[in-house]
T-cell receptor, first 112, second 110 residues
Framework: DQQVKQNSPSLSVQEGRISILNCDYT??????FLWYKKYPAEGPTFLIS?????DKNEDGRFTVFLNKSAKHLSLHIVPSQPGDSAVYFC???????????FGTGTRLQVFP | DAGVIQSPRHEVTEMGQEVTLRCKPI?????LFWYRQTMMRGLELLIY????????DSGMPEDRFSAKMPNASFSTLKIQPSEPRDSAVYFC????????FGQGTRLTVV
């Protein structure tokens, strides 16, 4: 049973445009959400996070939006750059635990 | 700090053989995770240690899989006997609030 779902396995975006990656979750006990980025032959690296008490967190070109009622979060990258091409994983954790549950990932390709 | 260190980076083994994957977490981190990456399931949590104690091993697929953390600076994931369907990339991560991943071990069982 997949508690964190990324329904789009891939996304292709032109350089300079906005990339929007989506993530849905089923467990209402999750209270902290993260996005990780993964390049080939490397481990995932932390990108941005959001607590359930917020609905938006921004860091440079990256913004994460959280809609608790819909159990949905999204990552916006604007403007997209070719170096953003990677697999993006959404992850969630609950209260008082470091345990992270990941989605299946979305492969983003940014073309010139 | 050198980050989370995993060894080996690549492992090719024959079906039925024992495989041991190793992980050195970041010093001072109190949580350690073993994940398996596959196309179908993404990053699948296998087991989670906190202060060297296994907290949640519900993701360990079968009795053929076992994990240990004898001290704060070392953990192993063992598969015995290995099967072709175990072929995947296995990641170790450590955390003190935010998880940092190693570079992974690509396991191929032929």
């Amino acid at each position: 049973d997949q508690q964190v779902k990324q329904n789009s396995p891939s996304l292709s975006v032109q350089e300079g445009r906005i990339s929007i990656l989506n993530c849905d979750y089923t467990n209402s006990m999750f209270d902290y959400f993260l996005w990780y980025k993964k390049y080939p032959a490397e481990g995932p690296t932390f990108l941005i996070s959001i607590s359930s008490i917020k609905d938006k967190n921004e860091d440079g070109r990256f913004t994460v939006f959280l809609n608790k009622s819909a159990k949905h979060l999204s990552l916006h990258i604007v403007p997209s750059q070719p170096g953003d091409s990677a697999v993006y994983f959404c992850a969630a954790s609950g209260l008082n635990t470091d345990k992270l549950i990941f989605g299946t990932g979305t492969r983003l390709q940014v073309f010139p | 700090d050198a980050g989370v260190i995993q060894s080996p980076r690549h492992e090719v083994t024959e079906m039925g053989q024992e495989v041991t994957l190793r992980c050195k977490p970041i010093s001072g981190h109190n949580s350690l995770f073993w994940y398996r990456q596959t196309m179908m399931r993404g990053l699948e949590l296998l087991i989670y240690f906190n202060n060297n104690v296994p907290i949640d091993d519900s993701g360990m697929p079968e009795d053929r899989f076992s994990a240990k953390m004898p001290n704060a600076s070392f953990s192993t994931l063992k598969i015995q006997p290995s099967e072709p369907r175990d072929s995947a990339v296995y990641f170790c991560a450590s955390s003190l609030g935010r998880a940092f991943f190693g570079q992974g071990t690509r396991l191929t069982v032929v």
